[in-house]
């Protein structure tokens, strides 16, 4: 061996290496465009990514919403859909593995996430009452507005910070929801929307101790206590490592342990429960459920399928299976830090500590010479795509909208580019590449000139808005 040998990522830092606990069965190519065609290609989507054709991107880290690869046992279970109108076999395979894994009483499917935020923001918000929540999500507080909820920002002030190392960043902060709660009293408080984990905060978790604080404070005033478990798995690994006490529990365990401390949960299983298209809204109040049930069957189908195919339905109950399994939840994760902690090494600004799904690249440390105004995460988005075909997204100044009441742009503290790890889906060899294209647009800092926007639809902006060089 030469005095400095090659090392292995694990030997790289000081421990045995871990693998995916998987082997891959079939293939998708992958195709890279040259770089005049995607200069082309990010004109004509005006500088936002997700107007970008898919096949002219190569490595494409939008998103980790639907993009996840599925197992052989789940392909092999949408061979067995039910596409009954009604009483799908699939649907009491579903409700069987919500009531396993998540806890809840009473399951019903939506077509994903937002359609389950919609019926619970129509059942459970009256007209000016507020909505307290660990920081806001784009499709959640959007639902809760539309119903006429007031959204309002209780997460620890460390969660605002990119630099803070604390390790559960996305705890409520017990203080900021008493002092609603006094000053506006119980009652016009809908109930408390708390995420696991916290997207726009750089995918940071919720403690074990801090949802049975909350538990405690809004069960003494009779508050109800809603969960995003879009990403709550990840969130249990998170508890698992970094928690006193739980590092010899399951992740299953975990999981239902936080879920009791809840009234109910909404869910995204195009995150955590490996399918490409699917959600569900799960609650224990049996007068509730009446409302839901009904109100699913107005907006998204009769209350066995919610918008989906029998199909669907199974490989999401197989996939929730899969996904509480603690070796496929550590080597997601593991994966995720990999990424994160080159960028680290090479002193590139993430947001720290690193989450469970995304790295977040702070844009405003990474371009110090453009205001917010000059929309710094859109552009570093634009950049990695310039330099090699990676398709980020921008979660910043645009991704957090206007004032519904000023009609002036939110301001959000963290300006964000995020480079979302599908799962199951891209080697280390890819992450080694999407490294070294940060390093790339790292090192051009200086001769970044920022974007304006040109255009912006009314609602969820950066879903369509467009921008120019200026
Ligand atoms: C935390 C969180 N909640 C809710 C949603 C909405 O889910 P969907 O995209 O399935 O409508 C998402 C999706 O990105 C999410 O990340």
């Known amino acids: 061996m030469s005095e400095h040998p090659l090392q292995t990522m694990g030997q790289q830092s000081g421990r045995r290496s871990w693998a995916e606990p998987w082997k ?83 399951v019903v499917p939506t077509h994903q996430g937002r359609g389950a935020e919609h019926l619970i923001s129509q059942v459970a918000i009256r007209r000016g009452q507020y909505v307290p929540g660990n920081m806001y999500f784009t499709t959640t507080r959007l639902h809760q507005e539309l119903a006429g909820g007031i959204f309002v920002d209780v997460i620890v002030d460390e969660a605002h910070d990119p630099q803070s190392q604390a390790p559960f960043k996305g705890n409520i902060d017990l203080g900021k929801l008493e002092a609603l709660i006094e000053r506006e009293g119980a009652a016009n408080i809908a109930y408390v929307s708390l995420a696991g984990t916290v997207n726009m905060a750089g ?23 809603y969960l995003d478990a879009t990403r709550m798995v990840e969130n249990a690994f998170f508890i698992q490592q970094q928690e006193d006490g739980y590092l010899d529990q399951p992740i299953a365990a975990i999981l239902r342990e936080f879920c009791d401390q809840t009234d109910g949960a909404w869910m995204s299983a195009k995150k955590d429960s490996l399918v490409n298209i699917g959600g569900w809204l799960a609650i224990n109040d049996a007068g509730l459920f009446e409302e839901l049930r009904n109100l699913v069957v107005v907006y998204e189908g009769l209350h066995t399928y919610g918008g989906l ?42 947001v720290r500590p690193i989450g469970g799904h995304a790295i977040f690249l702070d844009a405003r440390r990474f371009y110090p010479q453009l205001s917010q105004d000059q929309f710094p995460a859109q552009t570093l988005a634009a950049e990695l795509y310039l330099d090699c075909g990676i398709r980020s997204m921008e ?76």
């Open 203 to 225: 995918g940071q978790p919720v403690s074990m101790a801090n949802v049975k604080a909350v538990r405690a404070l809004t069960a003494q005033h009779g508050i109800r206590l």
């Open 395 to 470: 979660r910043g100044i645009v991704s957090a909208g206007r004032d519904p009441k000023t009609g002036d742009h939110h301001r959000p503290k963290l300006e964000l580019t995020r480079l979302t790890i599908p799962r199951r889906v891209y080697t280390q060899a890819h992450m080694d590449v999407v490294a070294e294209s940060v390093l790339a647009a790292y090192q051009n800092r200086d001769r970044t000139r920022g974007l304006k926007l040109v255009y912006e639809p009314k609602y969820l902006r950066f879903f369509q808005a467009r921008f120019e060089r200026p």
């Open 24 to 106: 891959i069965k079939m293939v998708e190519p992958l195709r890279m465009i040259d770089r005049a065609g995607r200069e082309r290609a990010l004109a004509e989507a005006g500088f936002n990514t997700f107007l970008l054709k898919s096949d002219d991107v190569y490595i494409d880290l939008l998103t980790d919403s639907g993009t996840s690869a599925m197992s052989d046992r789940q392909w092999a279970g949408m061979m067995t859909g039910d596409e009954a109108y009604a009483g799908s076999r699939n649907y009491y395979n579903l409700e069987a593995a919500i009531r396993k894994h998540y806890g809840y009483r009473y």
């Open 309 to 350: 195919a029998g199909r669907d339905m199974e490989a999401m109950a197989i996939g929730i299976a899969e996904s509480v399994q603690d070796d496929h939840v550590r080597s997601r994760v593991e994966q995720v830090r990999y990424l994160g902690e080159l960028l680290s090494e090479w002193q590139i600004p993430i």
